[in-house]
């Protein structure tokens, strides 16, 4: 079973930088394909970005101020996060899957508890 620990969320001004972490269980962390989504209250969890190998996508609004690494000798995966808004509020989860990458959280076998992100205006 692998077992994935968010942290890093918290309250933060408009415009200013936030990093989360997700931490990864297991040893096969860099083949597989983790992925960062979030969801704000009364919407569906929505698809942020996702990192396999060296490879990044990102949904249109993130481009640009949102940055998925990968530290594999850590099993560690992060986000940053610059230029945030208050849309950028919600849940942020992350989660990992076997194979190629996919938007779908149906997809994804593992996920972690979620780190809340509020940003103030």
């Known amino acids: 079973q692998v077992q994935l620990v968010e942290s890093g969320g918290g309250l933060v001004q408009a415009g200013g930088p936030l990093r989360l972490s997700c931490a990864a269980s297991g040893r096969t962390f860099s083949s597989y394909a983790m992925a960062w989504f979030r969801q704000a209250p009364g919407e569906e969890r929505e698809f942020v970005g996702v990192?396999?190998?060296?490879?990044?996508n990102y949904v249109d609004s993130v481009k640009g101020r949102f940055t998925i690494t990968r530290d594999n000798a850590r099993n560690t995966m992060y986000l940053q996060m610059n230029s945030l808004t208050p849309e950028d509020t919600a849940i942020y989860y992350c989660?990992?899957?076997?194979?190629?990458?996919?938007?779908?959280?149906?997809?994804?076998?593992?996920w972690g508890q979620g780190t809340q992100v509020t940003v103030s205006s």
């Open positions: 989660a990992g899957r076997m194979g190629l990458t996919t938007r779908s959280p149906s997809e994804y076998a593992y």
């Open positions: 990192i396999l190998w060296g490879s990044t």
